[in-house]
T-cell receptor, first 111, second 112 residues
Framework: GESVGLHLPTLSVQEGDNSIINCAYS??????FIWYKQESGKGPQFIID?????DKRQGQRVTVLLNKTVKHLSLQIAATQPGDSAVYFC??????????FGKGNQVVVIP | DAGVIQSPRHEVTEMGQEVTLRCKPI?????LFWYRQTMMRGLELLIY????????DSGMPEDRFSAKMPNASFSTLKIQPSEPRDSAVYFC??????????FGPGTRLTVL
């Protein structure tokens, strides 16, 4: 079931290569950022988060980088696998529990 | 943990009918969120509750939409009367504090 935009930026990556997904956020007061992965027909799934007092955080095969100077967030996926094919959303929050989501980036892994 | 549970998973209805979407948050989470996702507008926050109290409903499109959370383990989103433009996937999410939100599988609503 499609639940994402038809004209999302798309990253095609060969299986085994590294992927980098970029996101520009809007509010300089944002203090918490999350990356979500959404597979077709499913809800967004938490991948990794980072607070504004950090500039890098690593998880299993994923790394998030935060550049507050230019309000830029990136998600790096190491050794991309077919199961990584999905839409990836960045989200920011600046209080009141509200998450503001980006439009999403489609990642297509080529076997 | 079963995660956030939503029902129904799919709903097809005719314009003018009442639609009720249901959500059971993760046990122990004290914040609950309703989102709508469409191709054109992406993910939009409709309303969120903290400790069963509506905190921010500024995203609710209009008076046809209403949401309730009668207790910590149940919430409903109601559309009455429904219109074709309400067709979307509706997600419920819950959060333990002012922190990461965990999403349910969504309800795909089609209004004919």
């Amino acid at each position: 079931g499609e639940s994402v935009g038809l004209h999302l930026p798309t990253l095609s990556v060969q299986e085994g290569d590294n992927s980098i997904i970029n996101c520009a956020y809007s509010n300089s007061a944002s203090d918490y950022f999350i990356w979500y992965k959404q597979e077709s027909g499913k809800g967004p799934q938490f991948i990794i988060d980072i607070r504004s007092n950090m500039d890098k955080r690593q998880g299993q095969r994923v790394t998030v980088l935060l550049n507050k100077t230019v309000k830029h967030l990136s998600l790096q996926i190491a050794a991309t696998q077919p199961g990584d094919s999905a839409v990836y959303f960045c989200a920011e929050t600046y209080g009141n529990n509200r998450l503001a989501f980006g439009k999403g980036n489609q990642v297509v892994v080529i076997p | 943990d079963a995660g956030v549970i939503q029902s129904p998973r799919h709903e097809v209805t005719e314009m003018g009918q009442e639609v009720t979407l249901r959500c059971k948050p993760i046990s122990g989470h004290n914040s609950l969120f309703w989102y709508r996702q469409t191709m054109m507008r992406g993910l939009e926050l409709l309303i969120y509750f903290n400790n069963n109290v509506p905190i921010d409903d500024s995203g609710m499109p209009e008076d046809r939409f209403s949401a309730k959370m009668p207790n910590a383990s149940f919430s409903t989103l109601k559309i009455q009367p429904s219109e074709p433009r309400d067709s979307a996937v509706y997600f419920c999410a819950s959060s333990p504090q002012a922190d990461t939100q965990y999403f349910g599988p969504g309800t795909r609503l089609t209004v004919l």
